[in-house]
């Protein structure tokens, strides 16, 4: 079995609990309500949007008007899917022999630029044949089912020595044009070259460049609200450090909230919630997995005397669970009476899907509903509908009903 990025394999177990009864933690600086819906009242059924592809791992939706949802295949293929004919036979964009693809490694990630409809822009990130992380900008005229293969314009490529697992994966777009990049801390077990707490490094860290201009030998322009703009410490392309392997992220419609599901270690995977704006955090890998503190275990002596952002909730492995999928706050309109303002989220391995909701101090969880194969991604349509993808080769959209 293929496995998504960031997700270490373990058993599958069928065991299911209705509340999450796991360690949880508030966040002082993030105290804005996720929603009022009681997520206990709250299940999950999985509507069928399309079968039969291979280990997708991601999907996105431009906002053309429409209604097409693109899925990434992990081995360097992009699929189409319309309201009117379903799952297209052609591919959208084959870049598989530029790919390498296997385990953690492949085409993880894919999202359009804002004004897709006039510039035909959207970028993808890839493990290219050096195992490096590569970002890139295609161009495809907008209403066509057919990207140009051979627009390829490089943004940024990012050295992934030593290991092959923790690549990261996510790319999300902000501020109409600013680019979110999640990558992983390079790999390994606990972080062994400490990149993620490195300034100097881009490992382990969500990052955050300007798209729109060039500026020097860059293909991109680095925002000078960027927290460590100018500093000759640091790499000014860092938003937030200290994560270990940030395979899903997501900005809340409405506010621009920004929620990381960040997969942990051995015992503990996480969620962190970011008020909007809020830049320059240390989320603490790998001086803490979660809210255990871990400098004995993985950390070294760059741990002393840092500030912590800690996790707004953190589950441990128990009962197979192993690695968590972040996901999206639903924000769409069809289902708003039932889970508007849940945040939704699962876990590889045992694909339970999960919402989190916020109650004065505390963020309780309930289980919502089950994949039966592994859920390797969320997604988030134009008008915030959620969908999910599996190992099984699905997608899925997720439908919600009072219980």
């Known amino acids: 079995m293929r496995l998504p990025v960031g997700v270490p394999h373990r058993a599958r177990s069928a065991t299911a609990i209705a509340i999450i009864s796991l360690l949880s933690i508030f966040l002082p600086t993030a105290t804005q309500q996720a929603g009022a819906v009681d997520p206990a009242h709250v299940g999950i059924r999985l509507g069928t949007v399309a ?109 992934h020595p030593t290991y092959s697992n923790h690549n990261g994966g996510q790319l999300q777009m902000w501020n109409g044009g600013y680019l979110y990049i999640g990558t992983g801390d390079g790999g390994g077990g606990g972080d062994p070259n400490g990149n993620a707490q490195n300034l100097k490094s881009f490992l382990g860290k969500i990052l955050r460049i300007d798209v729109d201009h060039t500026c020097g030998t860059l293909h991109y322009c680095v925002p000078s609200t960027n927290p460590y703009y100018g500093k000759s410490y640091a790499n000014n392309e860092i938003w937030l450090f200290g994560l270990r392997n940030p395979w899903r992220f997501s ?91 849940l945040y939704l989220y699962a876990d590889y391995c045992t694909g339970e899907i999960w919402g989190l909701t916020h109650s004065g101090s505390h963020w309780p969880s309930a289980l919502l509903g089950r994949d039966g194969n592994s859920v390797t991604s969320f997604g988030e349509g134009v008008n915030g509908e959620l969908y999910l993808t599996d190992s099984g080769g699905n997608l899925f959209h997720l439908n919600a009903y009072r219980r």
């Open 251 to 341: 900005f809340q419609r409405g506010n621009g909230s920004l929620w990381i599901g960040d997969v942990g270690q051995n015992t503990r995977e996480e969620i962190d919630l970011l008020l909007p704006g809020v830049s320059g955090r240390n989320m603490g890998w790998d001086c803490y997995e979660g809210t255990l503190n871990t400098v004995a275990t993985y950390g070294g002596s760059y741990c002393s005397g840092k500030i912590f952002t800690p996790p707004i909730f953190n589950y441990s492995h128990i009962n197979g669970r192993c690695a968590i999928i972040g996901g999206y706050v639903y924000t769409g309109s069809g289902q708003a009476s039932i889970m508007g303002g």
């Open 51 to 159: 079968r039969g592809m291979s280990s997708p791992v991601a999907m996105a939706a431009p906002n053309d008007g429409s209604g097409r949802l693109f899925i990434v295949e992990q081995a360097g293929r992009i699929r189409v899917w319309t309201p009117h004919s379903g799952l297209l036979g052609a591919y959208y964009l084959d870049i598989h022999t530029k790919v390498l693809s296997g385990g953690e490694r492949g085409l993880l990630g894919l999202v359009f630029h804002p004004r897709f409809s006039s510039n035909g822009f959207f970028y993808v990130y890839y493990t290219n044949l050096s195992g490096n992380l590569q970002i890139s900008r295609f161009h495809a005229t907008p209403s066509s089912n057919k990207a140009d293969g051979a627009s390829e314009f490089g943004i940024i490529n990012i050295p």
